[in-house]
């Protein structure tokens, strides 16, 4: 599988090999929508929590007579039948909402998307992707001669000037190899990888 290198203008300069496995599998929908959906479980915090009728404050007098009044019987406002009452099967706030996902199910998705992105053309190499200085306007002026806006930049290593410059941009995102989540490669129109990028991908998941 050859991927095209672009310079820093977006010309097409050079190609890089890379794994077929990773960059030439075929789409999987079904287990890349179960990546996906596992990946957004697992960071819920679950801190979500409702009150059954023992714990909402409501007076326990029962509210109007037994019989008589047409109405049907009522014990107590707490009732979950009653607006205001306590619910049936309340959340609790330590609702485990993880999903298990094995590695090589994890691997094989990873892959997938990959894969589609390469296809699809939406994944850009580059040999390096850093800025002199921690300025946003650097950052934008690099995007703008590659002809891209909302973008996520996979580095090999962590460039903290790069850091610095991009976290203003609500639609550039900058990770190392070690972050790069599904989530984000699915969100995002285009990826930007460099070089080592790449060669760490492969380290990592070939």
């Known amino acids: ?3 095209t290198l672009v310079d820093d203008k977006g010309v097409a300069a050079s190609v890089v090999t890379a794994s077929d496995s990773l ?3 075929d789409y999987n929908e079904a287990l890349v929508h179960q990546l996906v959906v596992a990946y957004q479980a697992n960071a819920r915090s679950g801190n979500r929590a409702q009150k059954d009728r023992e714990q909402v404050k409501h007076s326990t007098k029962k509210p109007f007579r037994q019989k008589g009044t047409g109405r049907a019987r009522a014990g107590m406002t707490s009732s979950p039948l009653w607006r205001g ?3 049936i099967f309340p959340n609790s706030p330590d609702e485990n909402f993880s999903q298990k996902i094995n590695r090589k199910m994890y691997r094989a998705g990873y892959a997938a998307i990959l894969s589609q992105l390469a296809r699809e053309k939406r994944l850009v190499v580059v040999d390096s992707f850093s800025v002199d200085a921690p300025k946003t306007r650097l950052v934008i002026a690099k995007l703008k001669a590659l002809g891209l806006s909302s973008v996520l930049i996979v580095t090999d ?3 903290e000037n790069l850091m610095l410059a991009s976290r203003n941009l609500i639609d550039v995102m900058v990770v190392d190899v070690q972050r790069a989540d599904p989530v984000s490669l699915v969100r995002f129109p ?3 990888m460099t070089r080592g ?3 760490k991908i492969e380290e990592l998941l070939v």
């Open 157 to 159: 290593s962590v460039d």
């Open 197 to 199: 990028a790449v060669a």
């Open 190 to 192: 285009t990826v930007v």
């Open 85 to 87: 009452g306590g619910r």
């Open 23 to 25: 960059f030439g599998r």
């Open 1 to 3: 599988m050859e991927l």
